[in-house]
């Protein structure tokens, strides 16, 4: 996806972004799908902890993570960090699909192929390919997918001493000198990540296609606590993206929810919807008012930007009538 000029980060040479590394990760490739983030210095960061420390910490100005994936689903450590530990709030969200590949030293053939490295996550996404292709390959865990690249690519002695490819990104294979042997080994091609990027303060301006980020504590769990909370959003006909409950690590049962839903802060329905749930809820934590992901976001964005300023031309030839023609003279005067 390429940055669109309405997404309101602004673009500059020596802006700062952490993510986690090392090179050639996922997380990179989405990062570097933005024009205006990869224009700046990028930072690889040993974990995800890191990276939300990093930014909250003035040492980098954004940081890039993954936050929600098609298959695996949520991941919980971001989520968790950001409404727990952590005071940030999302800037973008980027969408990326995930294709895995199969990738060797040069001069390696696929029937020689020993053993096979990835994170377990990746290799569990290939097993269908692995068990068709590759029965008797065993699987060695490495702390990511570019880590494996790394390591194939660096001739480390853990992996030279036996024929072993690793399952990785196209950009692994360009950084570190490996060919790939087999493209999209993944089981399910139509597989999703979401990125987002993370800042200490500062909310994007509207444009008209936007997504907010929020997480309601209750007061008590009680019947229909969820129902008057989703009630909210239902009276404003405010579109759910995204309901999930996590523990709020406070006493067994205690939940709260993370909700996802279509606006920004800045639209008087969303504002209106949150002042509600803020005065009926134990609290709220807001995690950003962002532009939505997708290819059909520009398009949105354009379309909405013509009604609104058709719409403001129609307001103001309306009111430049005000004060004027036979009827607006006023009451006639008294005897």
């Known amino acids: 996806m390429v940055a669109d000029a309405s997404l309101g980060t602004p673009s500059a040479p020596s802006l700062r972004i952490g993510f986690l590394g090392p090179e050639g990760t996922f997380t990179e490739e989405a990062l570097l799908s933005e024009a205006d983030y990869a224009s700046g210095e990028i930072v690889p960061l040993a974990s995800l902890a890191e990276v939300l420390e990093s930014v909250q910490q003035g040492r980098v100005d954004l940081g890039f993570v993954p936050l929600e994936n098609a298959i695996e689903g949520t991941v919980r450590d971001i989520i968790d960090s950001l409404i727990f530990e952590f005071d940030l709030l999302i800037q973008r969200e980027v969408v990326l699909d995930i294709h895995l590949h199969l990738m060797a030293v040069p001069g390696t053939r696929l029937a020689d192929l020993e ?38 690519g660096e001739r480390d002695p853990t992996m030279s001493s036996r024929p072993t490819a690793a399952i990785a990104p196209r950009l692994a294979a360009k950084l570190y000198g490996l060919d790939i042997l087999v493209e999209d080994v993944e089981d399910h091609p139509e597989n999703q990540t979401r990125f987002v990027s993370l800042a200490k303060s500062g909310i994007p301006a509207p444009t008209g296609h936007d997504r907010t980020s929020i997480a309601c504590f209750q007061n008590a769990d009680h019947p229909g606590s969820l129902y008057a909370i989703l009630g909210q959003f239902a009276a404003r006909n405010i579109n759910l993206s995204k309901l999930e409950s996590r523990p709020t690590k406070q006493a067994l049962g205690d939940y709260c929810f993370i909700i996802d839903f279509e606006g920004h802060i800045s639209d008087a329905v969303v504002s209106d919807c949150l002042r509600d749930l803020h005065t009926g809820l134990a609290g709220v934590k807001f995690l950003g008012s ?5 290819p059909a ?39």
């Open 115 to 152: 053993r096979v490295a990835s994170i377990p996550v990746a290799t569990a996404q290939c097993r269908r390919y692995l068990t068709e292709h590759l029965p008797t390959a065993e699987t060695m865990a490495t702390n990511s997918t570019a880590e494996a690249a790394r390591l194939l």
């Open 290 to 294: 962002y532009p939505a992901a997708g």
């Open 297 to 335: 976001g520009p398009a949105i964005r354009r379309e909405v930007g013509t009604a609104q300023r058709q719409a403001a031309e129609w307001v103001d030839g309306l009111r430049a009538q005000v004060g004027s023609g036979g009827a607006s003279q006023g009451p006639p005067a008294g005897p």
